[in-house]
């Protein structure tokens, strides 16, 4: 059971995140980067499905060099070597451009499964396992909060509002898991030594074979036009409650026409 | 005038359709007419048909086939991508559900066009607003390639009538092989509640790591049943145990942006501003008055929760006589 898991390096969600205004993408270099919290499931799902089952975890990741720490992560928890795509050209490049190089690099790769995170804390979309499945014309299993393989199918249980959706399909599937999926591993200090001596394969555009006029900033299919910080709220009423808490509480909802 | 697709989220639990769709018809108003498109089993199109027509669906696309909800996200996304190339609208427009903004992807690469996800106002021009990195920053958009595809976050557009013909158009169904590998076997309801759903509700109670215990969710529960409101929790109650994950705003949870959002207990951690911050009116309860959580509320009560949340909950259920 070969399984590659997607990881990103995101700005620290912890911390204040900012747009870079000189060309309105995410300010990367300033920020305090970190593994997106989401993929360490998906990291401790892929290491439990191998520790089973046998076969190899290949780390894949797009982004610059400062990404090589959230490679070193996973690397750390316990994934058997890593890929690591990065390229100048690549700066600004949106969902569907990195999918297409994803892709690319995925095509390089052998792989029963693909495990990643249900969403990274920068950008939100939670797409990328739709846009994969659709470009490498495997099946999406997205959402997960339970995964299990068994032969050459993967099931999982997509989360939804008020319980879940029992979804099968076959190998190689794409799967994305939510943080209710385990307990992701804390990285040991024999695990941290050995993430060192293990292999990271850096690739280029060239390598890859994807035209570099295709990503960027420059052929973006969309475009951040101007942003702005929210505006402050105006300063709100605090009182202390004194026996008339809940009295006041309803009286600024009737104020506000809610009750 | 230029047509607008917009995909037709129904209603999981029952017929209808979500608010969601009403809203995305409403919002794809700005672009030109709006067409709704009913992707779903066959007898759907006709529970539903009036109702997008009252909100400026002058056209339905009726893509009826007992396969499609087989399935999971590639079916729709197929369904769409047939009629953009029939139709070539000017933009569409889809609720940015988790199964919408999957459909909106798979959609934008069969189209080679560009999307945007969880919008909250799209303008004439095709400009989108998007709230980026926990609420903090707001950002306009625009798509620059294809069939530009919208996916509107809930409650952040009023539905608004506007009647139109809703003039009913089969549209065939033939799944490619591709769109039939990920199959969905069951349909489980863990959770039944006569309460609103999160996302859509206009008041939301939600209750934090302050709420000390699973049982005092009660007091929780109570205050949003007399306001009619849903139910949230801050992540710090979720991994204590208090409430379960799929009530959980924030981060790692649900985003909303409901009339008034009631943090009970919630010291207010960026991992849930983020999921709240877009609430039109804030009001929270929190023993500590440095709680950070009190700068964002429009209304703030320093007390205890559990003195003042219970005798709310009575003032406003003898309001309502």
Known sequence: MNIVVLVKQVPDSGSERKLDPSDNTVARASADNVINEMDEYAIEEALTVRDAQGGEVTVLTVGPDS??????????????????????????????QTSAVLAAALSQLEYDLVLCGAEATDSQMSVMPALLAERLGIPQLSGARKLTVEGSTAKIERQTDGGYWAVEAPLP?????????????????????????????????????VDPSTVGLGSATSQVLDFAGRPPKGEGVKVTDEGDGAQKFVDYLASQKIV | MAEVLVLVE??????????????????ARALGEP????????GTAAGVKDALAEYGAATVYVAESPEVDDYLVAPKAEVLAQLVAEKSPAAVVIPSSPEGKEIAGRLAVKTNSGFLTDVTEI????????????????????????????????????????????????VSVSLSDSAKLARVVDRVVEQKSSRPELTEASIVVSGGRGVASAENFSII?????????????????VDSGFYPHTFQVGQTGKTVSPQLYVAVGISGAIQHRAGMQTSKTIVAINKDPEAPIFELADFGIVGDLNTVVPAATEQITARKG
């Not at chain 2, 129904?10 to 919002?27: C, D, F, I, Q, Y």
């Not at chain 2, 049943?225 to 849903?230: F, M, Q, V």
């Open chain 2, 35 to 42: 067409s709704a498109v009913v992707v779903a089993g066959p």
């Open chain 2, 123 to 170: 303008t004439a021009d095709g400009t989108a607003t998007q709230v980026a990195f926990a609420g903090a920053t707001i950002v306009h958009s625009k798509v620059t390639a294809g069939t530009p595809i919208y996916t509107l976050r809930g409650n952040s557009v009023t539905p608004e009538p506007a009647p139109a013909a809703g003039a009913e158009q089969a």
């Open chain 1, 173 to 209: 599937a794409i799967v994305s898991t939510w943080d209710t999926i385990n307990e992701p591993r804390y990285p040991s200090f024999k695990g941290i030594m050995a993430a060192k001596k293990k292999p990271v394969e850096t690739k280029s555009l060239a390598d890859l074979g």
């Open chain 1, 67 to 96: 990404a090589t720490d959230a490679i070193r992560k996973a690397l750390s928890m316990g994934a058997d070597k890593a890929v690591h795509v990065v390229d100048d050209a690549l700066h600004g490049s949106d969902a569907l």
């Open chain 2, 221 to 237: 529960e109570a205050l949003a049943d007399s306001l009619g409101a849903a139910v949230g929790a801050s992540r710090a109650a």
């Open chain 2, 10 to 27: 129904l209603n999981p639990t029952g017929s209808g359709v979500r608010k969601t769709t009403l809203e995305a018809l409403t919002a």
